[in-house]
C-alpha cells in the first residue's frame, strides 16, 4: 500500500515537474514579452507597456531612444530614425511615474549603449509624487537577476500571451514595433473632441502655494539627473510635451499657476547645467497649443503634432537655455494668466474659427 501511494506521489510530481518544464520552454520558445530576444520567424505582439518596455530596451539596437508616456505613443520609430539619422526605439509607459521610467532607463544602459535619449518630461509627472505607484510594473523582468526569471517562465499569464502572440500571427494581426502602441489612429483630432473630453473645473477661492510642488519636482529632477550623471557620453534631449492650452486654463482654474511655474523654473535651472542635456519647451509652443485640432482632450496630441516635434527638435526650435529661460517662462506666464479661455465657450468665436479654416484648407 505505501510502496503504491509512493509511486503515486512520485508520478504526480514528475507530471507537474513535466508540465512546468513544458510551459517554461513555450514562453522562452514565443517570448511573449520579448524579454530574451526579438521575434525573428513571426512578428510581436504588443500587449502591455510595462511588461514589455525591459524587453524593447533591452533587445532593440537603438542609438536613439525616445521614452515618455501615453504622450509619446505616438512617435513612429522611422520618424525618429529619419529625423535623425540613427537606428531608433520608441518605449512608452502611460501614465508613468519616474521611477518606472528608471528602472526602464537602468535596463536600457545595461544592454547598450545609446548616443540620444529622448525624454517626454510631462508636466504633470514632474510635479507628483509617488503615492500612486502601483506594482503594474514587475521587477522580475527589470531588475539584473536571472535567477527570478522563473516567475516569467512559469507564469499562466506569459503562458496565455505566448498562445495569443502565436494565435494573433496566425490571424495576421500581429504588431510592428513602428506601429506597436500607437492609439491615434481612430482618433478625432478637433477642438469639439477636445473641449467634450475636458472638464472643466470649478474656479478655486484659495491658490495654491507657488513652492507645494517644489518637493515632489526636485525628488523627480533627481531621477533625471541620475541618468545624465552616469552616462555623460550620452546626450539627453528632454523637452516638456505640448499640453494644449486648456491645460493652462485648467491649472489657473485650479490656483495652480503660480506652482507649476515654480515647478518648470526649477526643472531648467537644474537640467540646464549639464552640457549634455539639451531641454526643450513645446509645452509653451503657440503654433501646436493653440490649435485646438491637435488635440483629443486637454493633454493629448496627434502623430501629426509628434512629427512637427520631431521636426522642430532637430532644427534646434524651442530650445530652452540658460539665457533665455527665465524670460520665455515670464512670457508664458503673463500669456497664460491673461489669456481669454472663456472664448472656447463661445458659439461665435467657433463661427470665425472654422471660417478661418475654410479658407486655409
Same mark, same amino acid.
Given at each position: 500500500?505505501?510502496?503504491?501511494?509512493?509511486?503515486?506521489? #512520485? /508520478?504526480?510530481?514528475?507530471?507537474?515537474?513535466?508540465?512546468? @518544464?513544458?510551459?517554461?520552454?513555450?514562453?522562452?520558445?514565443?517570448?511573449? #514579452? *520579448?524579454?530574451?530576444?526579438?521575434?525573428?520567424?513571426?512578428?510581436?505582439?504588443?500587449?502591455?507597456?510595462?511588461?514589455?518596455?525591459?524587453?524593447?530596451?533591452?533587445?532593440?539596437? @537603438?542609438?536613439?531612444?525616445?521614452? /515618455?508616456?501615453?504622450?509619446?505613443?505616438?512617435?513612429?520609430?522611422?520618424?525618429?530614425?529619419?529625423?535623425?539619422?540613427?537606428?531608433?526605439?520608441?518605449?512608452?509607459?502611460?501614465?508613468?511615474?519616474?521611477?518606472?521610467?528608471?528602472?526602464?532607463?537602468?535596463? *536600457?544602459?545595461?544592454?547598450?549603449?545609446?548616443?540620444?535619449?529622448?525624454? !517626454?518630461?510631462?508636466?504633470?509627472? *514632474?510635479?507628483?509624487?509617488?503615492?500612486?505607484?502601483?506594482?503594474?510594473?514587475?521587477?522580475?523582468?527589470?531588475?539584473?537577476?536571472?535567477?527570478?526569471?522563473?516567475?516569467?517562465?512559469?507564469?499562466?499569464?506569459?503562458?496565455?500571451?505566448?498562445?495569443?502572440?502565436?494565435?494573433?500571427?496566425? $490571424?495576421?494581426?500581429?504588431?510592428?514595433?513602428?506601429? !506597436?502602441?500607437?492609439?491615434?489612429?481612430?482618433?478625432?483630432?478637433?477642438?469639439?473632441?477636445? *473641449?467634450?473630453?475636458?472638464?472643466?473645473?470649478?474656479?478655486?477661492?484659495?491658490?495654491? @502655494?507657488?513652492?507645494?510642488?517644489?518637493?515632489?519636482?526636485?525628488?523627480?529632477?533627481?531621477?533625471?539627473?541620475?541618468?545624465?550623471?552616469?552616462?555623460?557620453?550620452?546626450?539627453?534631449?528632454?523637452?516638456?510635451?505640448?499640453?494644449?492650452?486648456?491645460?493652462?486654463?485648467?491649472?489657473?482654474?485650479? !490656483?495652480?499657476?503660480? @506652482?507649476?511655474?515654480?515647478?518648470?523654473?526649477?526643472?531648467?535651472?537644474?537640467?540646464? %547645467?549639464?552640457?549634455?542635456?539639451?531641454?526643450?519647451?513645446?509645452?509653451?509652443?503657440?503654433?501646436?497649443?493653440?490649435?485646438?485640432?491637435?488635440? #483629443?482632450?486637454?493633454?493629448?496630441?496627434?502623430?501629426?503634432?509628434?512629427?512637427?516635434?520631431?521636426?522642430?527638435?532637430?532644427? /534646434?526650435?524651442?530650445?530652452?537655455?540658460?539665457?533665455?529661460?527665465?524670460?520665455?517662462?515670464? %512670457? $508664458?506666464?503673463?500669456?497664460?494668466?491673461?489669456?481669454?479661455?472663456?472664448?472656447?465657450?463661445?458659439?461665435?468665436? $467657433?463661427?470665425?474659427?472654422?471660417?478661418?479654416?475654410?479658407?486655409?484648407?
Amino acid at each position: 500500500m505505501k510502496q503504491a501511494y509512493k509511486r503515486w506521489v #512520485c /508520478g504526480l510530481l514528475a507530471a507537474c515537474a513535466v508540465l512546468l @518544464a513544458a510551459c517554461a520552454a513555450v514562453v522562452y520558445f514565443v517570448d511573449p #514579452c *520579448l524579454y530574451y530576444r526579438i521575434p525573428e520567424d513571426w512578428d510581436p505582439v504588443l500587449f502591455s507597456e510595462r511588461y514589455q518596455a525591459a524587453g524593447l530596451a533591452k533587445n532593440v539596437p @537603438a542609438d536613439t531612444v525616445l521614452m /515618455g508616456t501615453s504622450l509619446a505613443a505616438n512617435y513612429r520609430r522611422s520618424e525618429i530614425a529619419e529625423t535623425f539619422g540613427t537606428t531608433a526605439v520608441r518605449i512608452t509607459i502611460p501614465d508613468g511615474y519616474l521611477s518606472e521610467f528608471d528602472k526602464t532607463m537602468d535596463v *536600457l544602459f545595461r544592454s547598450q549603449d545609446p548616443q540620444r535619449v529622448i525624454f !517626454g518630461l510631462d508636466a504633470n509627472i *514632474l510635479v507628483r509624487d509617488e503615492s500612486g505607484l502601483t506594482s503594474a510594473m514587475p521587477d522580475y523582468l527589470y531588475n539584473g537577476n536571472p535567477f527570478d526569471d522563473v516567475k516569467y517562465l512559469i507564469n499562466k499569464d506569459t503562458l496565455y500571451y505566448s498562445a495569443y502572440v502565436l494565435m494573433a500571427n496566425r $490571424w495576421d494581426e500581429a504588431d510592428t514595433l513602428d506601429e !506597436g502602441f500607437t492609439w491615434d489612429g481612430d482618433v478625432w483630432w478637433n477642438h469639439a473632441t477636445a *473641449l467634450a473630453n475636458y472638464t472643466r473645473p470649478e474656479i478655486v477661492q484659495e491658490t495654491v @502655494a507657488a513652492d507645494a510642488y517644489l518637493r515632489h519636482a526636485s525628488d523627480n529632477l533627481d531621477v533625471v539627473e541620475g541618468w545624465i550623471t552616469a552616462h555623460p557620453e550620452t546626450e539627453f534631449d528632454i523637452f516638456f510635451p505640448p499640453y494644449s492650452i486648456l491645460f493652462w486654463d485648467k491649472t489657473a482654474r485650479l !490656483g495652480e499657476t503660480e @506652482a507649476v511655474f515654480a515647478a518648470l523654473d526649477l526643472a531648467c535651472e537644474r537640467l540646464l %547645467q549639464y552640457d549634455n542635456v539639451r531641454l526643450y519647451n513645446f509645452l509653451m509652443d503657440p503654433d501646436i497649443v493653440l490649435d485646438l485640432d491637435n488635440y #483629443c482632450d486637454y493633454v493629448h496630441h496627434s502623430g501629426a503634432v509628434c512629427t512637427q516635434v520631431l521636426a522642430k527638435m532637430a532644427a /534646434g526650435e524651442c530650445r530652452m537655455t540658460e539665457e533665455n529661460y527665465r524670460d520665455t517662462l515670464a %512670457q $508664458w506666464r503673463d500669456f497664460v494668466v491673461d489669456y481669454d479661455y472663456e472664448k472656447y465657450w463661445n458659439e461665435s468665436f $467657433w463661427i470665425v474659427w472654422n471660417a478661418q479654416k475654410a479658407q486655409q484648407s
